[in-house]
């Protein structure tokens, strides 16, 4: 059986759509298993042991070129040519776990007969369904996201296993970490509690001065040191937190994905939105404590005994209170 997995963003979205490839290798061990993924995301996926390819591709740089003639034809372009190379896999199975339009698109691409994925009231984008010929309503019981993604098998025959993720390492950003810790006079033995205020929406992200009050409450009630952690376009909004406090928060430096992920695994705990480091921060066995307000925590909080997912009362992230929080961690230092 030649099967094809669309899930092509956000990082965390990826992170939990991993158990599904563990429950389709454990299931069908001599199934040929390919993930078809946004280009940015698909590092995490790099030398996954129970993937035997990765197709990538750039729907993000795509939707930036159709406003040319030039760009609408590079477009159709590349996607002939995808559409040639999943033909060319003879796919017998896609399975759509995205629920948008494009993934839709993609899955339809595959020219697989069996096309799976969520019924239309399930979907982000309900004209997703007309790209699916086998539909699936998650059972009432799959509250978290990975139990609904999981219930995409059943028409395979394969209930959900065991919950795993395969997280790639690197050895050379592993001592880029190393060197970085030991800079900034951090040891193994220390509390370092990461502090992420990013998020791609600005509704999901906790304000800087709630940061800002928990980076000293945890300096002063635990003796834990912050490190504040970002990614592309928010170095500002880290040294608003990490700048002018008694505490004296460190400031990560610039990571890709693989740094990213050896940093995280030398903190105590991460505190952060619905954003992709929280979810590699549980997918890399590090306890983490995940903020939401519009975003449901009981579907998209942190997976595992050690995640922690706390609810704004009202759905707005400021109503969060830093001493919920800083509760919230000490239950991991």
Not at 7 to 35: C, F, N, Q, Y
Not at 111 to 139: D, K, M, Q, S, Y
Not at 188 to 215: I, M, Q, Y
Not at 244 to 267: F, I, K, N, Q, Y
């Amino acid at each position: 059986m030649n099967i094809a997995i669309v899930k092509l963003s956000s990082l965390g979205d990826v992170i939990h759509a991993m158990p599904v490839l563990g429950a389709l290798r454990a299931a069908r061990p001599e199934a040929r298993l390919t993930w078809i993924v946004e280009l940015r995301e698909s590092a995490i996926l790099r030398d996954h042991p129970e993937l035997d390819a990765v197709i990538p591709v750039d729907t993000r740089r795509w939707r930036g070129m159709l406003l040319s003639p030039r760009g609408l034809g590079r477009v159709a372009s590349d996607l002939r040519e995808l559409r040639g190379r999943m033909r060319r896999a003879r796919f017998d199975v896609a399975i759509d776990l995205q629920g948008l339009i494009k993934s839709g698109l993609l899955t339809a691409l595959t020219g697989a007969p069996l096309r799976i994925g969520f019924a239309a009231t399930r979907c982000w984008e309900p004209l997703n369904a007309l790209f699916t010929n086998r539909r699936v309503r998650p059972p009432a019981g799959a509250r978290h996201v990975i139990d609904q993604y999981q219930a995409l098998l059943a028409p395979l025959g394969v209930g959900a296993g065991a919950v795993s993720f395969r997280i790639p390492t690197s050895a050379a950003a592993e001592a880029r970490m190393d060197e970085f810790f030991a800079a900034q006079g951090l040891t193994p033995r220390d509390h370092v509690v990461a502090l992420c205020p990013g998020a791609r929406r600005p509704n999901k992200r906790w304000p800087v001065h709630h940061f800002r009050t928990l980076a000293d409450r945890l300096s002063g009630d635990t003796g834990a040191r912050a490190l504040v952690v970002w990614g592309p376009g928010e170095r500002d909004l880290a040294r608003g937190i990490a700048t002018g406090l008694w505490s004296r928060p460190v400031l990560a430096p610039p990571t890709d994905l693989d740094e990213l992920g050896a940093l995280l695994r030398r903190c105590s705990v991460l505190i952060a939105g619905d954003t992709g480091p929280l979810h590699l921060a549980a997918a890399v066995g590090t306890p983490a404590v995940g903020l939401f307000g519009p975003t449901p925590a009981e579907r998209n909080r942190p997976w595992g005994p050690r995640g922690r997912g706390l609810q704004s009362p009202d759905g707005l992230m400021a109503s969060i209170a830093p001493d919920a929080v800083l509760d919230t961690a000490v239950e991991f230092l």
